[in-house]
T-cell receptor, first 111, second 113 residues
Framework: ELKVEQNPLFLSMQEGKNYTIYCNYS?????LYWYRQDPGKSLESLFV?????AVKQEGRLMASLDTKARLSTLHITAAVHDLSATYFC???????????FGTGTRLKVLA | NAGVTQTPKFRILKIGQSMTLQCAQDMNHNYMYWYRQDPGMGLKLIYY???????DKGEVPNGYNVSRSTTEDFPLRLELAAPSQTSVYFCASSLGGIYNEQFFGPGTRLTVL
């Protein structure tokens, strides 16, 4: 059974600082996704990672994937208040279109 | 394009009542999904569909039913509502293929009292 764990669950950080969110999954997967959710809103797709060593960057966010370690990271560079949100990773079971989500990391960036 | 739409936005049900949550997409996506999100938690897959007439169970299907008679619509039926079904329900769709990026609807907030 595919399980997805994120840590930390909560993260409070100062503006301008760097930090990393981790996403571990338990079995082979062929796709990994990162989403952002603002309070009371729907999910917004950030990144799709397919292969080992894949790295994608958008603004202050960079996501990477290590399929051998079954680990993805979401790195935040020089955080700003606008990045405050909950970030989810999700993994699809190999060969299917079933998606398992992590419990999310609630990020608060303090001015 | 409207994308993925869901109705209603909010609903309060009494225990034992039934209702249907509507979901529609206008992107001609083959794949559609229903998730529930409990407070402070991630999304749990209820049911998904890979095309009209084809549905399959996700992680938490008990107490729910779905049908997919058209490519555009994927309604979720709650029979005999229970307080444990209080949640926010999200519908999503995707095109398939190598990326299979999901697009989410705005959600339906359901309370069962």
């Amino acid at each position: 059974e595919l399980k997805v764990e994120q840590n930390p669950l909560f993260l409070s950080m100062q503006e301008g600082k760097n930090y990393t969110i981790y996403c571990n999954y338990s079995t082979t997967s062929d796709r990994l996704y990162w989403y952002r959710q603002d309070p009371g809103k729907s999910l917004e797709s950030l990144f799709v990672l397919l292969s080992n060593g894949a790295v994608k960057q958008e603004g202050r966010l960079m996501a990477s994937l290590d399929t051998k370690a079954r680990l993805s990271t979401l790195h935040i560079t020089a955080a700003v208040h606008d990045l405050s949100a909950t970030y989810f990773c999700a993994v699809s079971t190999s060969g299917t279109y079933k998606y398992i989500f992590g419990t999310g990391t609630r990020l608060k960036v303090l001015a | 394009n409207a994308g993925v739409t869901q109705t209603p936005k909010f609903r309060i049900l009494k225990i034992g009542q039934s209702m249907t949550l509507q979901c529609a997409q206008d992107m001609n996506h083959n794949y559609m999904y229903w998730y529930r999100q409990d407070p402070g938690m991630g999304l749990k897959l209820i049911y998904y569909s890979v095309g009209a007439g084809i549905t399959d169970k996700g992680e938490v299907p008990n107490g729910y039913n779905v049908s997919r008679s058209t490519t555009e619509d994927f309604p979720l039926r709650l029979e005999l509502a229970a307080p444990s079904q209080t949640s926010v329900y999200f519908c999503a769709s995707s095109l398939g293929g190598i990326y299979n990026e999901q697009f989410f609807g705005p959600g339906t907030r359901l309370t069962v009292l």
